[in-house]
């Protein structure tokens, strides 16, 4: 779709990038002749990754490992990014999900969610962009919301309040650093089905079966397209596009209410069965993270 070399010169900071959209989209990036940095709370899966993606595209990547919920150990990272040159990108890519109903979640539960996706989405572009505007450089920032930010997120209201903060940010920061010639884009997914996201959104099931089952086209989306769409995002030659959200579903939003509106029907046994399988997905990252 593109000519090879676009991204050439270009330096992009993806965070979460050691793996699922993050790493697809990164992939895509490096494939396209740019710089690659990304970052994440598992430094061993980020340098896995790292490694991966330079050995199979020749291109050079850094990783970090950083939990974005720290505005100082960000602010830390994107320092020492920034003493080798500046960047000329940023995916906002980091998140975190899980569904429960509301009047089950406890307020550490929220804040699992919305301190990395309001929160951490801040901290890094605060700390890129201050960094832009005192070294007069252009820049381009792309976060990946949820296409519930306009109509409704039944049984995930953390991740809906928090991805409908940074698409406000995305608008609210192309209006005010616009005249420095940073652009803030984002990008609405619909279900790109990646391992960790299926077993906190639709635990027991196969990955991308309801979608299937609902969506206008009859399918999930293919992680080609999403990078395809982020790479036109950050490459140059619409350098006007600013302050937008494009949706990239298949047309879904237009037919559904809230991408878990169906489980309104599900049985207090249903949703015990799944906050156990859960909770047993989250131990599991924790003891692979370590102490």
């Known amino acids: 779709m593109f000519r090879d070399g676009l991204l050439k010169g270009q330096r992009i900071l993806v965070t979460g990038g050691g793996t699922g959209l993050g790493k697809e989209m990164a992939s895509g990036f490096l494939a396209l002749g740019a710089e690659l940095f990304i970052c994440g709370r598992r430094k061993s899966v980020c340098d896995a990754t790292a490694f991966e993606l330079a ?3 020749g291109g050079q990547v850094t990783s970090y490992g950083v939990d974005i919920r720290n505005a100082a150990a960000v602010d830390e990272m994107v320092e020492d990014i920034f003493r080798s040159g500046p960047l000329t990108g940023l995916v906002n890519n980091a998140a975190g999900n899980f569904i429960s109903r509301t009047e089950d979640l406890s307020a550490k539960g929220f804040d699992a969610v919305a301190n990395i996706v ?3 989405t801040f ?4 700390a890129v962009g201050k960094r832009w505007i005192a070294g007069k450089h252009n820049g381009s920032v792309v976060s990946i919301v949820v296409t519930w930010i306009d109509n409704s997120g039944p049984f995930v209201v953390p991740s809906a309040m928090s991805k409908a903060a940074v698409a406000t940010m995305t608008r609210s920061l192309a209006v005010e650093w616009g005249r420095y010639g940073i652009r803030l884009n984002a990008i609405a997914p619909g279900v ?9 959104l639709r635990p027991g099931e196969e990955p991308g079966a309801h979608t299937k089952a609902v969506n206008p086209m009859g399918r999930v989306g293919q992680m080609s397209e999403l990078q395809n769409l982020a790479t036109f995002l950050l490459a140059p030659g619409c350098e006007w596009l600013n302050g937008e959200t494009v949706t990239i579903d298949g047309a879904q939003h237009l037919v559904s209410a809230g991408g ?8 207090d046994e ?3 069965t799944a ?6 997905v989250n131990e599991k990252d924790r003891a692979a993270r370590g102490p």
Do not use: C, N
């Open 118 to 120: 309001m929160h951490g």
């Open 123 to 126: 901290y890094v572009t605060h």
């Open 55 to 57: 050995d199979r595209t």
């Open 270 to 272: 249903q949703w015990r």
């Open 260 to 267: 878990f509106y169906d489980l309104r029907e599900w049985s």
């Open 192 to 200: 790109f089905p990646t391992e960790g996201a299926a077993k906190r």
């Open 275 to 280: 906050r156990e399988a859960i909770r047993a």
